[in-house]
Each structure stands twice: as C-alpha cells, then as structure tokens.
C-alpha cells in the first residue's frame, strides 16, 4: 500500500513537472509563428492549384507489450479553389502481424470567414472527413487517421495576430463497424465523441525573412482532446513537434505524442512521428 | 454617394495612349515565407507579368509587365486570392502622355477605366502613381471607410 502511495504520489510529481515545462513553454511563445500545424489543420486553405504530397509516419509503442505500431499514411492534398481543400489518404500499419494497408480516408475543408490584415488573420473553415478502414477494433478511442472506419464533421478557427498563430478545432466523430466484418465492440452508444484541439506555434528561425531558400525552424505545442458522448471517457494527448520548412516549399515536422491523462481503453497512445511533405504550386 | 452616381452617370471615356509600367502590391493574412512563396509562384503564372521582385519581409511584390502586353488587375487580385491571400494595397504606375483630366471625365486605357476620385482639373504628363480604391484592391476597413458602390468589371476607382 506504502508502494502503491509511493508510486501514485511519483505518477503526480511527474504530471505536474510536465504540465508545468509545458506551461513554461506555451509562455515562451512570444512572437513570430506558423500555422502549418502538423496533427491538425488550419482553417487556411491550400493555394488554389496547387497539389501537396506527404508521408506520414507513426512509431507508436503499444502498451502492455514490447510491439511497436507503424504506421505509414501517404497523402495526397489539392487546393480546389480559394476556399476548399480536398485531401485523400491510405492507411498501412504493421499492427495485424504483417504490414498491410488497412484502409484509407477523404477529407474535405472549406474556409468560410476570411478576415486579412496585414501580418494577421482571423480565418474559420469546416471540414468533413469519410474514413474506411479493415483492421480489427482493439481501443475504445475513436480514431479516424488509421483505426476506425467513420465520418467526422467540424469547425476550424485560426487567429494569427501579430506572428503569433493558433488554432482550434471542435468536431464530431461517428466511428461504425470497420470492413472484413470487425465489429465496433464496445456499443452503438459509445460510438459517437466529441474531439477538441488547441494548437500554437512558434517560428523560431530565421529572425528575419530575406529570401525564400533560408530554412524555416518551427516549435509548436498541439493538445488533443476526446470526450465520448456515450460512455464519458475521455483523453488528453500533447504533441510537440519541431518542423523544418525547405526552400519555401518542403516541409519535415519530427514529433512526439504523449497521452497526459486518459479514463479509455487505447492500445498505443505515446509515441513519435515523421512527416514528409512538399508542395508544387499552380499545376492546374 | 448621389455625386458618385452623378459622376459615374456623366462619366464620359477617353481613350489614350497610356501604358501600365509596373504595379506594387501588399498582401494581407500573411506572416510566413511558405505562403508569400505561393503568392509569387501564382502571379508568376499570368502570361502578361514579365517579373515579380518579392519583399519577402514586408510583404509586397513589385510586379513588371511584358512590352505590349493588357494588363488585367482583377487576374492578379484573384491570383493573390487563389493562394490563400487579400490585398491591402494596389499602386500602378501609368506612364501617360498629355492626357487632360476634368472633373466629370473617367480614362480608360486597355481595357480599364479609370474613376478619379477627389481630383482637380489637371493634366498627366509621365508617370504618376494611382492608387486603386475597389474592394479587394485595399484593406476592408479602408474601403468601408469610403463605400463606394459597385463598378462593373474593368472600372477602377482611383486617387493619385
């Protein structure tokens, strides 16, 4: 019992040490930053006719056991028009044994309040996304980018005030039962949640714009959140991420997922990601 | 705003020989380099834009045009548009040569007509800087400062 108060008071002290670097680094963010978020989306758009290719790897440590989960999700992104952006994805994972692609996702986002100032923006965009997916259900997370098949809808706002981005977004997700008959298992009524992010940004390099080959270094902070409608459980996850943005045109972020808090059953909450993109502008 | 429609109502075109030289543009919404790439790839595009010399630290392209070429303003406000971005300045240099401006008369050079707005009765001689009031030309608080009523396409209200 001794143990267990030593453990659980240990457990505490490290939270706090955490919530606090974090709160240390979110005042840290004073000025200059970015919106290209890396775990969600802005509610700017992609340039019109332009077209983004990204990788995306995921090497999550799957709890309880001494596996790690990779995920890899190739994307493609077109910028439609001014104001809508539709992306595809398809979803492998190593997480059946063998490396498999196990489904795919469509995404649309269309930006509907454009306020522009100069250096600044207040900018609100919603989106929807329709994801299929073939691999068992393993965890009671509802989770779109590569488990669950399903759609989500929801609202993006993004203020950029002065250099200093961030961003929220606030959607619904319905996960249904996945293909290759795996049923959704823990109840129709728990099949429903609502997510809710907050992201900041910070540009760290250059100080000062001359040209487009300089390297762009980002620091940012993302929180992601789920609340289920159905059963109450919920998750708290942080990501920071450092990003590299090359010739104005190429981007690497390199980031790491931890769960802070969670009450829901989730097979590999914690772990680090890779993601790859360039764009080429005006090819249509 | 009934003198504006007098005004518009009265206008009378002159065509003349002037041309187009250059125009300077601030984009608005913006704070990275990623994004001002986007805008000065999209107006690289437009076939009648020779260059696009991009101030990557305040924003602004300063865009030159090909010989002979038609210059069209609302093609670059919705190639700025197309890349995610809002103008919230629009200068064009016009070289004119001799044109007599009255108070009831508009210019129309190409296929632009010009609006002078606030104006005395004076004569152009070479380049003058013209200021472009229509909505998406300038910021949205600037052009509910003046509320002007709508022109149709290729109509510009101006100041020098």
């Known amino acids: 019992m001794l143990l267990f108060n030593q453990l659980q008071y240990s457990n505490i002290m490290s939270f706090r040490k955490m919530k606090f670097s974090i709160a240390f680094f979110l005042i840290s963010l004073s000025c200059h930053s970015q919106e290209l978020f890396s775990l969600t989306e802005p509610a700017s758009n992609r340039p019109a006719g332009s077209i983004g290719f990204r990788i995306d790897n995921s090497i999550m440590d799957e709890i309880n056991s001494t596996r790690i989960n990779y995920h890899l999700i190739p994307e493609i992104m077109v910028g439609v028009s001014k104001k809508i952006t539709i992306a595809a994805n398809v979803f492998f994972s190593n997480r059946a044994e063998v490396f498999r692609k196990e489904g795919g996702c469509i995404y649309a986002k269309y930006r509907f309040l454009t306020n522009d100032g100069v250096q600044k923006h207040f900018r609100m965009a919603a989106y929807g996304r329709i994801s299929f997916n073939n691999s068992d259900i393993h965890q009671e997370e509802i989770d779109l980018y590569g488990h669950n098949t399903g759609l989500e809808m929801g609202i993006i706002a993004t203020k950029l005030a002065r250099k200093v981005a961030i961003s929220s977004q606030l959607s619904f997700v319905k996960a249904n039962d996945n293909g290759n008959n795996n049923k959704f298992i823990y109840g129709s009524v728990n099949s429903e949640a609502v997510n809710y992010t907050v992201s900041i940004g910070k540009l760290m390099l250059p100080k000062e714009y001359r040209a487009y080959r300089q390297t762009n270094i980002n620091c940012m902070v993302e929180i992601l959140n789920q609340v289920n409608t159905g059963s109450g459980k919920y998750y708290m996850d942080v990501a920071p991420v450092v990003q590299m943005i090359f010739n104005s045109q190429s981007r690497v972020d390199i980031g790491y997922r931890k769960e802070l808090s969670s009450n829901m059953i989730r097979t590999a909450p914690n772990g680090f990601f890779i993601r790859l993109e360039h764009t080429f502008f005006n090819v249509f | ?160």
Do not use: W
């Open chain 2, 1 to 160: 705003m009934k003198t504006i429609f007098l005004f518009i109502a009265t206008a009378f075109s002159v065509a003349l020989n002037a041309q187009v030289t250059k125009v300077n543009l601030k984009a608005s919404g913006l704070t990275c380099s990623m994004c001002s790439n986007a805008i000065n790839k999209a107006l690289k595009t437009l076939d009648f834009i020779e260059s696009v010399v991009a101030d990557i630290k305040t924003y602004t392209f300063e865009i030159s045009f090909k010989a002979n070429s038609t210059v069209d303003f609302d093609k670059i406000k919705s190639k700025v548009e197309g890349a995610g971005f809002s103008i919230s300045g629009f200068t064009a240099f016009i070289n004119f040569k001799k044109v007599q401006l009255k108070h009831d008369e508009s210019v129309t050079i190409d296929n632009k007509t010009l609006l002078f707005v606030n104006i005395h009765e004076q004569v152009l001689d070479g380049i003058k800087e013209i200021k472009i009031l229509n909505k998406g030309f300038i910021s949205p608080k600037e052009y509910r400062k003046n509320n002007y009523p709508y022109s149709s396409p290729g109509t510009y209200y101006v100041i020098i």
